[in-house]
């Protein structure tokens, strides 16, 4: 089900490379040990038209957990260029749940835990968006963010895109990328090793 890796060792706190007062928000001061990485598909410009959701639940530095859904896109209109992205139609996702309900199934799973993703903007400004079309008290989750971490902490990789940065980890998500799921896995790859 998971990606399987040799068991890190017990890590000390990270030091820091630059002062407290230039240190980016993105990146986690100390070693993230339990977490949840998401990742949103989206139908069209709309925040609030997520079409797919992807998250995987990690505990004491290990994949302990996942959830994905389609979702039922708002509006439920389709743009060309996403559908060529991610390959999902609006015939996929008529009888999709709407967000609460998928939301329902990981609430209590994700309480408290601080998030990444992997172009953390995009995907935290959806889920508060879908928070406040539906009306769910939006829990002020901690987000992180592996792309722009990776930049910061992998300079001399020469691309920072998810797909190569989980390659340089050994995870190889050529055949599933833009499944949300798998995205929010090689997403939750990178944390382990970079957060």
Avoid at 122 to 151: M, W
Wanted: charged fraction near 25%; glycine fraction near 4%; aromatic fraction near 14%.
């Amino acid at each position: 089900m998971f990606w399987n890796r040799k068991k890190k060792q017990q890590q000390e706190p990270r030091l820091a490379d630059w002062p407290d007062a230039e240190w980016p928000d993105y990146v986690p001061k100390y070693h993230l040990h339990d977490f949840a990485a998401i990742d949103f598909e989206a139908a069209n410009a709309e925040l609030t038209s997520a079409c797919s959701m992807g998250i995987v639940i990690v505990r004491g530095d290990e994949m302990v957990d996942s959830f994905y859904s389609l979702l039922h896109p708002v509006p439920n209109r389709y743009d060309f260029w996403t559908t060529k992205v991610h390959g999902i139609r609006k015939k996929d996702t008529e009888d999709a749940p709407l967000f609460p309900e998928a939301w329902y199934h990981v609430e209590r799973k994700v309480r408290g835990l601080p998030m990444v993703a992997h172009g953390s903007l995009f995907d935290e400004r959806v889920l508060k968006a879908l928070h406040q079309y539906y009306n769910i008290r939006y829990p002020e989750f901690k987000f992180y963010c592996t792309h722009r971490g990776s930049e910061k902490l992998l300079p001399d990789l020469e691309s920072h895109k998810l797909q190569d940065v989980a390659l340089h980890f050994g995870y190889d998500i050529a055949k599933n990328h833009h499944n949300a799921l798998a995205d929010a896995e090689a997403c939750a790859v990178i944390a382990m090793n970079i957060f």
